[in-house]
C-alpha cells in the first residue's frame, strides 16, 4: 500500500499542487485511480491495462 500512495503522490503533483479544498483532493485522486486502472496501459501486461488484463485472465476459466 506504501508503494501505491507513493505512485499515486507523485503522479498526481500531491507535493507541488495546492489543493484549495478536501473536494478538489477526493476529486483528483478518484480521477487518478480511474486512470491507473482503467487507462494505463502496462507494458508487463502485454499492452494492456490492469481491468482489460483481468477480464483476460477471467475469460479464460470461465
Known sequence: MESF??????EM???THH????KQLVK???????YYNHKRIRHKLKGLTPIEYRNQT???FI
Do not use: C, G, Q, R
Open 28 to 34: 483528483a485522486m478518484k480521477e487518478w485511480i480511474e
Open 58 to 60: 477471467l475469460s479464460k
Open 13 to 15: 503533483d500531491y507535493f
Open 5 to 10: 500512495f507513493h505512485i499515486m503522490k507523485v
Open 19 to 22: 489543493f484549495e479544498t478536501k
